[in-house]
């Protein structure tokens, strides 16, 4: 395997040499919740509550498409079975651009997925929703 699919198995994936991942960029979580705002017409944080997006808690760690009681796309459970789990790294990088994102993993240009959202363009905006979200969906 060379060493540019490597470095692009690792930004997909959140994958690490020596199984550590780093650290987030520090996010300012009051922010992160009015970021939410946009999120929760379709996701809660609620466990066994899902809507049109399923329930988001305990999310990180989760294997892409793999929430029992909520009907994901096949493309969503196509990247699970790919190796498709929430991290912190997966996590940003998916809400930045979402159905490129799962694309990239299923190998297409682009994925059909239920999530209709385009995604959040800040870089601060991602990184204060991933701050709220890491201690909100414990």
Same mark, same amino acid.
């Given at each position: 395997?060379?060493?540019?699919?490597?470095?692009?198995?690792?930004?997909? *994936? $959140?994958?690490?040499? +020596?199984?550590?991942?780093?650290p987030a960029m520090a996010g300012d979580p009051a922010a992160?919740?009015?970021v939410f705002n946009k999120c929760k017409v379709c996701h809660t944080l609620e466990a066994g509550k899902n809507k049109v997006g399923p329930s988001l808690?305990?999310? *990180? $760690?989760?294997?892409? +498409?793999?929430?029992d009681g909520f009907k994901f796309s096949n493309d969503m459970k196509e990247a699970g079975a790919k190796g498709l789990v929430w991290s912190e790294e997966s996590f940003v990088s998916y809400?930045?651009?979402?159905?490129?994102f799962i694309g990239k993993i299923i190998g297409e240009k682009?994925?059909?997925?239920?999530?209709?959202?385009?995604?959040?363009?800040?870089?601060?905006?991602?990184?204060?929703?991933?701050?709220?979200?890491?201690?909100?969906?414990?």
């Open positions: 395997m060379n060493l540019l699919r490597i470095v692009m198995m690792t930004a997909i *994936f $959140g994958w690490a040499w +020596g199984g550590d991942t780093p992160g919740e009015k808690h305990e999310l *990180f $760690g989760r294997t892409a +498409g793999t929430l809400i930045a651009d979402p159905k490129p682009s994925a059909t997925t239920k999530m209709v959202f385009p995604g959040l363009k800040k870089q601060k905006d991602r990184d204060d929703l991933l701050t709220y979200l890491k201690e909100a969906t414990k």
